[in-house]
């Protein structure tokens, strides 16, 4: 049992009515039943069984087992009261080999879920794609090759024809910069490519394929379309021209690499050149007009030139010396479970940074993640990240950005890719010691509930 926590704040600030509260989570991170009713096998699936690519050795085979207490998690939903539910759809459970055909009982297995999450009285938000790419496209290449984009637009149009008559709501794709930087330039998540700058065509094949999506989307009229894309701050570790320097093209390859073909329709400078296929036609697609502008903000970057003597290690991951730039820690902050650098006041700086490099083109920002791994079930670090957090956001509207929407990571502990179940992330504890995956409400989703509470 976890005890609410002592009052100890004034409540936050009051956001608008039809500001749309949410949590979120991912198929991989939470479905399991990976080898069930016909689901065929991801990326994942592949790089989790090599020795040593997994902090704990673990798979996501079970995982927290959504796939069979989606219930259970549904119900959660609705005591913790949110408006809006953000999970994501497996490609491979809905087509096994990527492309042809179709996997009944993958595709029922959404249609139950998006029942069971309308009937709770929330929305559902699905997001059609969240790194899991089919083991069947990747063989062939998978996100290096144009083909996978427009084998994902098939893909969405046999979702978005089962669930399109519940869903309002669609997010094309999950932070497709963590799975070019993190999947195919430094190889720490599948599907493992260490291709450091080749791998820029991922980047590109991912926005097309959200361009397709959108298209697909679009024509069949199916509501309200955004992208979850990771953004954050870079901050130069000194005011010497070689660490602004640096600074800069970090925030090229995090934030404006994905960010400006989208809503300015063109890549940063020097970029388009290193791009296969037609790329000016391209960005015509990938830059049609979205409702919603999805953000993704964990901490802030403070990034130096290179320099042996730091940032052999961030946040888990390993920055060669082949990279232009090194990884300062930020310093004199709270830290997570995951060594993260806690600094709410980087999400305001975010989104006003956003709003005047953007301007009109930022269309209204839903944060579509956000949230940090603590232990425990009285979880007070959590709480006081959350709270910051949303002060800081509301500091950002206050400036007049226009937000709409705030979804925390996540529902419930899971399956944290590269770490494993090594990090907790939910508002709900997952008793894997004892093996029961018992589901059972920490301190912080007693606060939320409260919060959304007084805020109705
Ligand atoms: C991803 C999630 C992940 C979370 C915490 C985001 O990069 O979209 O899948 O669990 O951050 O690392």
């Known amino acids: ?13 009051r956001f608008p009515a039809n500001f749309l509260w949410g949590v979120s989570t991912s198929a991989h991170q939470i479905e399991g039943a990976a080898a069930e009713d016909g689901r065929g096998k991801s990326s994942w699936d592949l790089f989790s069984a090599l020795p040593g690519k997994i902090k704990d050795g673990s798979s996501a085979s079970v995982a927290v087992d959504h796939y069979h207490r989606y219930p259970e998690d549904v119900a959660l939903l609705k005591e913790l009261g949110v408006g809006g539910y953000r999970f994501s759809v497996s490609w491979s459970r809905v087509l096994p080999e990527g492309a042809g055909p179709i996997n009944k009982a993958g595709l029922d297995f959404y249609d139950r879920l998006v029942d069971s999450v309308c009937e709770a009285g929330v929305r559902p938000v699905p997001t059609l794609f969240h790194w899991d790419t089919p083991l069947a496209l990747e063989e062939k290449g998978g996100w290096l090759e144009r083909d996978t984009a427009h084998r994902f637009a098939e893909y969405v149009e046999v979702v978005a024809e089962r669930l399109g008559d519940r869903v309002g709501r669609w997010i094309t794709l999950n932070e497709p910069a963590e799975l070019t930087m993190l999947g195919h ?11 450091l700058f ?28 955004g992208i979850a894309n990771s953004h954050g701050p870079t901050w130069p570790a000194s005011d010497s021209e ?15 690499l994905f960010a400006d073909p989208i809503l300015l329709g063109e890549y940063p400078e020097g970029i388009a050149e290193m791009l296969p296929g037609p790329v000016a036609e391209d960005l015509e697609l990938i830059s049609q007009p979205l409702d919603w502008y999805g953000m993704n903000f964990y901490q802030p970057t403070r990034v130096g030139a290179p320099n042996p003597a730091v940032s052999a290690e961030f946040a888990g991951i390993t920055v060669p010396p082949e990279m232009p730039f090194s990884v300062h820690p930020v310093e004199g902050v709270p830290r997570t479970a995951f060594d993260w650098a806690v600094v709410p006041e980087a999400l305001t700086e975010l989104l006003v940074s956003f709003r005047d490099r953007y301007g009109d083109r930022l269309p209204p920002v839903v944060i579509t993640e956000n949230g940090c791994s603590y232990d425990g079930l009285d979880d007070q670090a959590r709480i006081d990240y959350l709270d910051g957090h949303l002060r800081a956001l509301h500091r950002a509207m206050d400036a007049g950005v226009d937000v709409r ?18 990090q907790r992330f939910g508002l ?21 509930q409260e919060a959304l509470r007084a805020q109705r």
């Open 1 to 13: 049992m976890t005890t609410l926590p002592p009052r100890s704040r004034s409540p936050l600030p």
């Open 185 to 195: 330039a430094l190889g720490e998540h599948a599907p493992g490519k260490q291709l």
């Open 198 to 225: 080749d791998a820029l065509p991922v980047a590109h094949h991912q926005l097309l394929a959200h361009g397709l999506a959108v298209q697909v989307l679009r024509s069949r009229g199916s509501g309200s379309l």
């Open 242 to 256: 070689e660490d602004r320097g640096a600074a800069d093209f970090y925030d090229v390859l995090l934030n404006r």
């Open 405 to 422: 929407g705030y979804f925390v990571w996540s529902l419930m502990d899971n399956w944290e890719w590269a770490e494993g179940y090594r």
């Open 428 to 448: 709900v504890h997952i008793d894997y010691e004892g093996g029961t995956l018992d589901r059972t409400p920490k301190a912080s989703f007693r606060w939320l």
